[in-house]
Structures are given as structure tokens and as C-alpha cells.
């Protein structure tokens, strides 16, 4: 992380995490080439063969994803300024700090997610790149509404990354932190 002046933050990316990420795919991509060969030539097996294309697939996709920000993606891929967010993984320009309604926490067991809710005006300027376009669809799949930025790919931790976001969003944008504790 460096901090530059007139208070902008630039964030790297991280090596390790992204191979790590795409190791996890690798072994889901594997296991649904096994559910595919246990299944093969038994038609009581259908659901896992099914799932087995399902996880070859999809687990296909997310690794084609991370590769290409393995080797092509910015090595500086998020920024915090006093005008707004840019997050080079998922969107095409900066995400104006007058265009977010509310920032707040979605966490699983195993991982959680900064939740950007923008107001009405600001989701039509957003434009997202290809991959965000993929990881929001994805998100609609399961009900995931609202943009949504990981510490999966950069080179500080998820409670640093919150941190940040809090400070600035409370100096540049505090209506958006009043619901939050």
C-alpha cells in the first residue's frame, strides 16, 4: 500500500494471493472431473454428473478470470482519493464518493466482502469492465445486489482494507456510514 499526496491511496495487488485463488479453482476443476468420471456410463448418476459439469464449468471460468489478472491486470489495481473509488478489477473509471448511498460489511464463514450501495444516479455512470460484468452477474445468481470489493487479490488484509474505506468514506462521505455501527 502507498499513500501518496493530496490524500490518495494506491493499493498493489498480491502474487500469492491470486495463485492461491487460482489453486482452489484448480482443485475444484479436479474434483468435478472426478464426479464426472464416477458418474460416466451409470444413469442413476445423473445429479453427479451434473454437478460435476457444473463445477468444471463454472470453477472453469472463475481460474480463466484470475489468470488474466494474474498476468494482465494493474499492479496497482485500487484506489482510494478524495473524489472517489476506482477499483480497476471491476469498473471502467472512479466510483464518485457522492454517488454512494451506503457502505457496509457482507461476511461469510470464510470470507467477507466490502458492500457499496450507490444512489440511483450513480449506477447509471458506472460502467464495469469484463470481469466485473462476470462477478455481478455471478452475485445476482445468488441474490447479491449492490457492488462489492475483496481483499482476495491485493496486497492488505480484509480488516485494513475496511479500515480504509471507513476513513474515507468518513471524510468524504459520511451519510453513507450512518447506519453503520
Known amino acids: 500500500m502507498q499513500t501518496l499526496g493530496l490524500g490518495q491511496t494506491t493499493i498493489r495487488r498480491s502474487c500469492p494471493k491470486i495463485i492461491g485463488l487460482l489453486l482452489v479453482a484448480i482443485v475444484f476443476i479436479a474434483l468435478g472431473i472426478l464426479l464426472i468420471y464416477v458418474s460416466l456410463g451409470n ?14 464449468l463454472f470453477f472453469g471460468m472463475c481460474s480463466g478470470l484470475v489468470l488474466y489478472r494474474l498476468f494482465y491486470a494493474s499492479k496497482t489495481p485500487v484506489i482510494f482519493s478524495p473524489t472517489g473509488l476506482i477499483d480497476k478489477r471491476s469498473f471502467i473509471g472512479e466510483i464518485p464518493w457522492s454517488a454512494i448511498a451506503r457502505v457496509s460489511v457482507f461476511s461469510t464463514p470464510r470470507s467477507s466482502l466490502i458492500r457499496l450501495e450507490l444512489v440511483s444516479y ?3 455512470r458506472l460502467q464495469l469492465s469484463r470481469s466485473g460484468k462476470f462477478v455481478r452477474s455471478m452475485g445476482k445468481l445468488f441474490n ?15 480488516p485494513e482494507l475496511w479500515s480504509l474505506m471507513r476513513s474515507y468514506v468518513k471524510e468524504f462521505c459520511p451519510r453513507a456510514l450512518q447506519s453503520d455501527n
Open 43 to 56: 444413469p442413476e448418476r445423473r445429479k453427479i454428473l451434473f454437478f460435476g459439469w457444473l463445477s468444471v
Open 144 to 158: 447479491m445486489d449492490g457492488l462489492y470489493i475483496s481483499s482476495s487479490e491485493i496486497d492488505i488484509s480484509f
Open 122 to 124: 450513480g449506477s447509471y
